[in-house]
């Protein structure tokens, strides 16, 4: 029991240590001139920081071929999905 106790600590160790690394890397990227505008930007916005604002623009990659903001919505999965068939409209559940 004390070995699978400490080797469990250890692969802790070892993901945290992961963690920060990753961490310590997206705030090094921020600070890119490809990027820091973009992330100054979107930390104006309330509860994002450096590191979701970095997620966001890595994930997304050029913003501008999202036309309308309902374009982006949709494509990250926060719209409700839309069932119909002649005249009826269900809207279900968010479909991210």
Do not use: H, W
């Amino acid at each position: 029991m004390q070995k699978s106790f400490t080797c469990l600590l250890d692969q802790y160790d070892f993901f945290c240590g992961q963690i920060n690394k990753q961490t310590q890397l997206l705030k090094e990227l921020s600070q890119l001139p490809r990027y820091r505008d973009r992330v100054e930007i979107l930390r104006t916005i309330p509860g994002i920081g450096i590191i979701n604002a970095m997620e966001i623009l890595l994930e997304l990659q050029d913003l501008s071929r999202f036309q309308r903001a309902e374009q982006l919505a949709a494509y990250v999965g926060l719209t409700p999905s839309q069932y119909s068939s002649a005249d009826k409209v269900r809207m279900g559940r968010i479909t991210g």
